[in-house]
């Protein structure tokens, strides 16, 4: 079975040879169909210390190290590469969304609507 890898910042580096790792996603809601975030905090073991608070960093599931550390830090991830990846949206139960629709429907059709009153 293959690893997984996520992609999240580190929020904590206090603790000797682990960091905490928020990682976000995005999902939709069930009813609403909002887009919504979603995070979670994992401890990965960091061997040689090197990696400080605000770095975006890849980490891979490994066997358990400690009773909180399955994951293990693979590396720093480039800050252009890091908003692709975190950036990606996990939709559940659903077979077709148009993002971009979603996108635009929310906020500018506020102002569209709102403008259209002024004018009127």
Do not use: C
């Not at 976000?24 to 090197?50: F, Q, T």
């Not at 990696?51 to 891979?60: L, M, P, S, Y």
């Not at 949206?89 to 629709?101: F, W």
């Amino acid at each position: 079975m293959p690893k997984r890898v996520l992609t999240g910042v580190v929020v904590s580096d206090k603790t000797d040879k682990t960091v905490v790792v928020k990682v976000e996603r995005k999902v939709k809601h069930p009813l609403y169909g909002k887009i919504i975030r979603r995070s979670k905090k994992y401890h990965a073991h960091d061997e040689a210390n090197e990696f400080a608070e605000g770095q975006t960093v890849r980490i891979e599931e490994t066997r358990p190290i400690s009773k909180l550390k399955t994951w293990k830090v693979l590396g720093t991830v480039e800050s252009d590469k890091a908003t692709k990846v975190v950036g990606k949206v996990d939709i559940q139960e659903s077979d077709e969304v148009d993002l971009e629709a979603a996108r635009e429907g929310s906020p500018q059709d506020g102002k569209k609507k709102a403008e259209e009153k002024t004018e009127a």
